[in-house]
T-cell receptor
């Protein structure tokens, strides 16, 4: 089945650093969503993007919907220990409500 | 406003038994989705339902798996005659419009 390519797979950073991760696909998506998942829990929606080129912020998080509609980026500024977790991108194509997920970026923040 | 509720949170079944997973969507949400997650993997779509209707079951295995969302009560994902390969985390999500999906805490199924 279709899958999104998410990178990097994992990141180890110091508290206070900025983080960037991205998601790419060979297909066009109409909606991009970014989720965070903590161990033993369900994914929590962070940001939703609906238009090519759209840039949306949620606190220290900023995400962009790529112009080609085949990619999306998530940035976290001034990371803190509670940012630790797995970040997933998900895309939705036209005419369908199912989400296609990336494999996740595992973020570790050292205090 | 309560979030998506799933129960049980953990379920252990022996091979050949049936597993029933329940999901109550957020209040006002009529779209329900089921996803499966294997360790170290992303979520994989299984089925999309609205009240009393299966809209998209393209990700559902052809045998042993079924889903329903009755007029009254929670959505149910049913796995008959479970096998070890069914061990996974199963997540339900709900949506009001079909655009943003909100996930429940999941049911971790272990088949022994």
């Amino acid at each position: 089945g279709q899958q999104l390519n998410q990178s990097p797979q994992s990141m180890f950073i110091q508290e206070g650093e900025d983080v960037s991760m991205n998601c790419t696909s060979s297909s066009i998506f109409n909606t991009w969503l970014w989720y965070k998942q903590d161990p033993g829990e369900g994914p929590v929606l962070l940001i939703a993007l609906y238009k090519a080129g759209e840039l949306t912020s949620n606190g220290r998080l900023t995400a962009q919907f790529g112009i080609t509609r085949k990619d999306s980026f998530l940035n976290i500024s001034a990371s803190i220990p509670s940012d630790v977790g797995i970040y997933f991108c998900a895309g939705r194509q036209g005419g369908s409500e199912k989400l296609v997920f990336g494999k996740g970026t595992k973020l570790t923040v050292n205090p | 406003n309560a979030g998506v509720m799933q129960n049980p949170r953990h379920l252990v079944r022996r091979r050949g038994q049936e597993a029933r997973l329940r999901c109550s969507p957020m209040k006002g949400h009529s779209h329900v989705y089921w996803y499966r997650q294997l360790p170290e993997e992303g979520l994989k779509f299984m089925v999309y339902l609205q009240k009393e209707n299966i809209i998209d079951e393209s990700g559902m295995p052809k045998e042993r798996f079924s889903a329903e969302f009755p007029k009254e009560g929670p959505s149910i994902l049913r796995i008959q005659q479970v096998v070890r390969g069914d061990s996974a985390a199963y997540f339900c999500a709900s949506s009001e419009t079909g655009y943003e999906q909100y996930f429940g805490p999941g049911t971790r199924l272990t088949v022994t």
